[in-house]
């Protein structure tokens, strides 16, 4: 855990603002504070979080939210491809590894020093991982009428941080510039083609362009 501690310090203190923001979110919508803190631990799923407000406050019927919800969150299916699992042991340890899958996690434990973390490392950082985001929220709902009512941009917070570990693991490429490229035109496409699904689209063109790149490398004599 202390490792792990370590591990999440640079995105844990941004998930306390962005934890703040979405409590103060929700009781700015009219919303009891204690569904802050119930949404960070039984939902954990900021960006869907953020949408969730507004639906409930609007009262949209359960089957939209459900479709929502599939909608943005089923770029984990892809995240399951290379995420780390199999390290964890334990039916507990997987269920709670598959549950506590965000954007962080898997960005913090899909590097190349992350390669030879251990079960229970990967576990801890998840679980921090699911604290910070409870703790923030739940003082944001508590702290959220402290908040002026004319304060913008707090749903933004959650955008700039995935713009930073997007930037983060480009960096990490090391060179490798048709990665991000392959992934910037999959977006552009998506957005042009398919602007109603953009991140299902986006999420399936890379997948595929990256299957389609491995083919014809492998393909190559260099390579056989």
Known sequence: ?????KDTASVGLAFVPIGLAFGALVTQSGIDWWWASLSAALIYAGSF??????MVAAAVPLASIAVTAFMVNVRHVFYALSYPLHRVEG???KAYGTFALSDEAYA???GEKARSWPGPRIIGLQ????LYWVGGATAGALLGSLIPEGVTGLDFALTALFTVLAVEAVLELRGDLPTPLLALLSALFARLVFPGELLLAAFALFTLGLLARRLVTHRRPGHA
Request: overall charge positive; glycine content about 10%; hydrophobic content about 60%.
């Open 1 to 5: 855990m202390r490792v792990a501690l």
């Open 49 to 54: 979080e953020f949408l969730l407000i507004g």
């Open 91 to 93: 039916r507990l340890g």
């Open 108 to 110: 913090l434990t899909s």
């Open 127 to 130: 679980l921090l991982l699911h």
